[in-house]
């Protein structure tokens, strides 16, 4: 059963930048996109990024795009999310999935059907 398993998570204090990796354990699925999820305390989990599998095109939700990049090497089944200005409203935590589709225009849900979820890992703002 394909999971993926989410790293980098930690506590930072406001303003600072953090770096997310997944991976993907057993075999991997070289045509589905990838996204990053995060759940706020109290919130549903919402999508914040997507890319292609091979890492070409990008794209985010709107409450985190200019802050969150995500990114991927063509040939690594290693996604990353590097965010900036961290805010402690950015606390929560962060999970990868593939999607059955997903989507790579503005304001479009980025990732449709969900699977393969990991545990996530665990983001904390504060100062």
């Known amino acids: 059963q394909v999971q993926f398993v989410e790293s980098g998570g930690d506590w930072v204090q406001p303003g600072g930048t953090l770096t997310l990796s997944c991976s993907a354990s057993?075999?991997?699925?070289?045509?589905?996109?990838i996204a990053w999820f995060r759940q706020l305390p109290g919130k549903d989990r919402e999508g914040v990024s997507v890319i292609t599998p091979n890492g070409s095109r990008t794209n985010y939700a709107n409450a985190v795009r200019g802050r969150f990049r995500t990114s991927k090497y063509n040939t690594g089944n290693t996604v990353y999310l590097r965010i900036s200005a961290l805010r402690p409203e950015d606390t929560g935590r962060y999970f990868c999935?593939?999607?059955?589709?997903?989507?790579?225009?503005?304001?479009?849900?980025?990732?449709?059907?969900?699977?393969?979820w990991g545990q996530g890992t665990q983001v904390t703002v504060s100062s």
């Open positions: 057993g075999p991997v699925e070289k045509f589905a996109a």
């Open positions: 999935a593939y999607c059955a589709v997903g989507a790579f225009t503005p304001g479009e849900e980025l990732c449709t059907r969900p699977w393969a």
